[in-house]
């Protein structure tokens, strides 16, 4: 038979334990809303939208892991947050830095062609303009991989916040945040002013 202080100690000990994983909890929940609006004004920006947005995503979930805490969004409640974050920045990276090159690359010849042509007198230059199409194609090629790491990486991102205020029982209301582009799934849009506020749909309502 158990003795009722010891029962009264584990008691004790599940409630703050509670208490605690709630507190983190609504950390996680306040750094994802972030991260959320940082994501989708950076997708945003590639349509050509004017967005005054100060946070930036990836810093923000640099900033999380440095302050070493061992619960966070990424280990607490979903180790593979953190995985896929990490696929992603570099994904994007690497197109940034394909498209960055090809521009380099572009004004080397351009310089080349203008240098030989001035040079010569012959229109060396008129060649090159006629592959400019080609430079056009790796801008847009670049922006809509772009988009489509920024849509996936902002779904996630509100899947996973979705989870956390379903199993930690936060309410919704208190985790709304702004968005600037649409076509996200399980999101409510309500328009407030000027701008555009979304809340994560319940798990029941998505069934």
Excluded: C
């Excluded at 010891?6 to 994802?32: M, Q």
């Excluded at 006629?130 to 509100?158: C, H």
Aim: overall charge neutral.
């Amino acid at each position: 038979m158990r003795r009722p202080v010891g029962d009264s100690v584990e008691a004790a000990l599940d409630l703050d334990e509670k208490s605690v994983y709630s507190h983190i909890a609504k950390e996680s929940a306040e750094d994802i809303i972030r991260i959320i609006s940082s994501l989708d004004a950076e997708r945003a920006k590639l349509h050509g939208e004017v967005i005054y947005y100060r946070d930036d995503w990836d810093d923000l979930i640099r900033e999380r892991i440095a302050r070493g805490k061992r619960h966070t969004a990424f280990d607490f409640y979903n180790p593979v947050l953190f995985e896929v974050w990490e696929k992603k920045v570099k994904e994007a990276k690497e197109v940034k830095r394909r498209e960055k090159l090809a521009y380099v690359l572009f004004g080397v010849l351009a310089a080349i062609a203008l240098a030989i042509t001035f040079i010569t007198g012959k229109p060396y230059i008129i060649p090159l303009l006629a592959v400019t199409p080609l430079l056009l194609l790796v801008r847009d090629t670049s922006r809509e991989r772009l988009d489509l790491i920024y849509y996936e990486l902002t779904q996630f991102f509100i899947d996973e916040l979705r989870s956390l205020l379903g199993k930690y029982g936060l309410s919704r209301e208190d985790y709304r945040f702004k968005i600037f582009s649409g076509g996200y799934f399980g999101v409510r849009v309500e328009k407030r002013g000027t701008e555009l506020v979304a809340v994560v749909d319940s798990e029941k309502h998505l069934e």
